[in-house]
C-alpha cells in the first residue's frame, strides 16, 4: 500500500481549502482524496476465463494445437530443421533406390512370383508406390521445418499401418503387393523411424523453453520469460 503524503497543517487564518470531486481509489480501499495515487485502471478478473469465453478459445486450441513453424521462428539451419530434413531425405532416398531397382528388374506390375530387390520381396506396383512415396519425403527435406516434421510423422503412421494391413493379407489373393513377412517387418522399422525423427523436439513432457513448439503451448509463460530476460540484459 503506497504510503500517504503529510499535508501541512492549515493555519488559523487561511480559508478552508474548496472541496474537489475524486473518485475513491478502491483499488487500495481507501475512500480518501490522495493526488499522489495512481488512478484505478479496471481489468478482467485473474484465473480462467468465463464459461461464455471458453468456447471459441477451445474450439481455436482443437483446430490449431500447434502454430508453430520453424521458418518463423528459427533460422533455417536450426537442429530441429536439420533433424526432420535428415530423416525424411534419408527414408526417401532408401526408398527410391528400392524403387528404381524393382523397375530395372522388369517385374511383372502385379507379379506375386517372389522377385526380391535388397532381401525384400517386390512387383512393379511396389516399386513405383516406393518411387512416389521416397519422391514426397524429398521434397518434405528441401522444404524443412514443420511440413517435413509433419510429413514424416504422417508418412510413418501409413508405414505402420499398412505393415498391420499386409500382415493381415500375406496368404491371400488380395496381397497385390507381393509382400512377405520381411516386407512386414521393414514396413514397420521405417514407420517407427520416420515417427521419431518427425516427433523429435515437438512431442514431450520437458521441451527446452526455447523450443519453438513449447512456446506456441505456452504463450503467455513464453511472453513473461521473454520480458524477464530483456530487463535482465537491460541491467
Known sequence: MAAHTFHR????HESP??????????????????????????????????PE???PRLTERLLHPVNARLDEHLPADHK?????RVGAGLTGLLLIVFGVLGLVHRIGFFDT??????????????????ICIGALLIVGMVI??????????????????SG????ALLDTGLNFLAFRIQNVLFSFVVGVMLMWFGMYGRVGSALPHDN?????????????EERARGGAAAR
Open 53 to 55: 469465453r471458453q468456447g
Open 113 to 130: 512370383g517372389g522377385d526380391t530387390v535388397l532381401a525384400l520381396n517386390t512387383n512393379g506396383a511396389l516399386s513405383l508406390l516406393s
Open 144 to 161: 524443412g521445418g514443420t511440413f517435413a516434421s509433419t510429413l514424416n510423422i504422417a508418412l510413418g503412421l501409413l508405414f505402420i499401418a
Open 164 to 167: 498391420f494391413v499386409n500382415l
Open 80 to 84: 530441429l530443421s536439420k533433424v526432420y
Open 17 to 50: 481549502a474548496r472541496p474537489e470531486t475524486y473518485v475513491p481509489h478502491a483499488a487500495y480501499g481507501c475512500t480518501e482524496p490522495h493526488e499522489h495515487y495512481a488512478p484505478y485502471v479496471p481489468h478482467e478478473p485473474y484465473g480462467p476465463p468465463p
Open 9 to 12: 497543517p492549515r493555519g488559523r
Open 212 to 224: 519453438p513448439y513449447w512456446r506456441a503451448r505456452h504463450p503467455d509463460q513464453a511472453a513473461r
